[in-house]
């Protein structure tokens, strides 16, 4: 473990925190997304199930799981840690290096709004899913198991497939692709690390991340053609913009790029 990309990364974990409660008014999550209840049933139902118990799948999702143990405290176990907060504005954050931006330099109500109506119908197709078979997590299965973040009883016992971190990560992955297109492959890198930090923090095995996903980018695709979110687009734009003017940037880029290099077990 390098150590000072280690302090590094505590450090930006504080800043982020810090940039969310002082530079940028708490916002009220959407009570509803941009896609109608028939979309959401519909991109519910096209879901597979999860690995049957006991199956060659669910063998290998526990197996998989058990190796990331040897992550616990290090670069990328801290890294998950932050990536554990996926609502907005503070979940943008995990894409500041990608988009060479500090946000929170700027008010950016319009990216708020997008995002957490996109986050809303990301987590709601993720959450019908769940309500029709349960899978343990990985804490569950096994209580000595540590998670990297606080996790109550409800919690530890709640479904595990799909993740609707994973499926909200993507999700915001996507459609900063649209927003940004030059750094389309950045900010999807991004998304996707979100759901590889659920596998790190032991609060879903791997199939639970990749149905996420595909959640996730179904829902954007969706969602991207909706009139509400293409009103949003201009002005989501011209906020990025002013956030780049300010000449500001994350200063945790460094520690999140070691972090992010760590080799996956």
Known sequence: MKTGARLGLVGVLGLMAACATSQKQVVTMPSE??????????LAQAAP????????QDQADKAASARYVALEDGD??????SHAEVRPPLALQHFDCALGVRLGSAETPALDRMMGRI?????SVAERVKARQSRPRPIADDPQRRPCQVVSTAGR?????PSGSAAVGAAYGEAFAVLEPDRAQAVRRIGHQIGVSRLVCAMHYPSDVAAGEAIGQAVARDAAVT?????????ARAELAAARRSGLTNPGC???RDALATVLP
């Open 254 to 256: 460094v520690a999140e």
């Open 119 to 123: 986050f809303h119908d990301a987590n």
């Open 76 to 81: 990328r176990w801290l890294l998950a840690t």
């Open 49 to 56: 199930p999860p690995p049957v118990v006991g199956s060659p």
């Open 33 to 42: 997304g941009v896609l109608a209840d028939a979309a959401l049933a519909r």
């Open 157 to 161: 016992n709640s479904g595990s497939y």
């Open 227 to 235: 009139p509400a979110f293409q009103a949003d687009v201009a002005a």
